[in-house]
């Protein structure tokens, strides 16, 4: 009888890369959810009194008031997946995150720039920083799942250090 040589298999998992928009639209659904979600915590800041609120000024006492935009409504996909999204972001500056936060109230590059004390497209390019850096450590996260093994930041995705809001 002859025997078969056996070959050397050798399993290498490609891991599944998460797309760059795609975290850019969790993560803005993510704070969304989050602003949307009720907080039975919330209660106890306020100051309650038994008498009715003063009116201060014409427009509230004759029901002139502005235009809303209609709020937001997580799916039950936002409720479960906002958690994960903000895990991403668990690790860097809070001036970082704060660039994300002001995109899902869809303030615009300039906007964010003008608040910075910056140009537009230098928070544009803050703003994509702290994108890739989110991106980074949601791959990361996702190959550390699959595989067991936790592999380290690239040193082009280490935290950013580089900007600070004003008052």
């Known amino acids: 009888m002859r025997q078969g040589r056996k070959r050397k298999q050798s399993i290498t998992l490609a891991p599944e890369l998460i797309d760059v928009r795609e975290i850019e639209h969790r ?26 609120e003063v009116l201060q000024s014409v ?37 970082a995150v704060r660039l994300i936060v002001a995109r899902s109230f869809d303030f615009s590059f300039h906007q964010m720039g003008r608040k910075i004390g910056k140009s537009a497209d ?34 082009t995705y280490r935290k950013p250090q580089y900007m600070v809001f004003g008052g």
């Open 27 to 52: 993560l803005i659904r993510a704070f969304r959810t989050l602003r949307a979600l009720p907080d039975p915590e919330r209660r106890f800041f306020s100051q309650k009194s038994a008498w009715p």
């Open 122 to 155: 230098t928070a544009g390019r803050y703003y994509k920083d702290a994108i890739r850096y989110a991106w980074a450590m949601a791959n990361n996260l996702a190959s550390e799942n699959k595989t067991g093994k936790s592999t380290d930041t690239p040193m």
């Open 59 to 95: 427009e509230e006492a004759y029901g002139y008031t502005e235009a809303r935009m209609p709020r937001f409504r997580p799916t039950p996909f936002d409720c479960g997946d906002y958690l994960t999204a903000l895990d991403w972001v668990r690790g860097m500056d809070a001036p």
